[in-house]
Nanobody, 115 residues
Framework: QVQLVESGGGLVQPGGSLRLSCAAS????????RGWYRQVPGKQRELVAI???????NYADSVKGRFTISSDNAKNTVYLQMNGLKPEDTAVYYC?????????WGQGTQVTVSS
């Protein structure tokens, strides 16, 4: 089975930066979209950013201009560069990979923005 392993989360002050990585244990067949979601306790999981295999990118309005999603397909890895972090960005961040048949999820990595 495919495993998605996330890293890069942690505690950062407002205005700081973090870079999240999500590495797949092996190549995945028929990928359509890769992306990042986030979730806070008691709230629904929400989309942060997605990138298709064709290069189309979409961001949530709340992160536009601050976050950048990218992928290195040869390394089976997707990244989320987060700049200008705000306390409201605090959440568990989840990596996802969608194929025509199966959606895979990472275990989540905690991002806490606080002074």
């Amino acid at each position: 089975q495919v495993q998605l392993v996330e890293s890069g989360g942690g505690l950062v002050q407002p205005g700081g930066s973090l870079r999240l990585s999500c590495a797949a244990s092996r190549s995945i067949f028929s990928i359509y979209v890769r992306g990042w979601y986030r979730q806070v306790p008691g709230k629904q999981r929400e989309l942060v950013a997605i990138i298709t295999t064709g290069g189309s990118i979409n961001y949530a309005d709340s992160v536009k201009g601050r976050f950048t999603i990218s992928s290195d397909n040869a390394k089976n890895t997707v990244y989320l560069q987060m700049n200008g972090l705000k306390p409201e960005d605090t959440a568990v961040y989840y990596c996802t990979v969608q194929t025509t048949a199966i959606q895979y999820w990472g275990q989540g990595t905690q991002v806490t923005v606080s002074s």
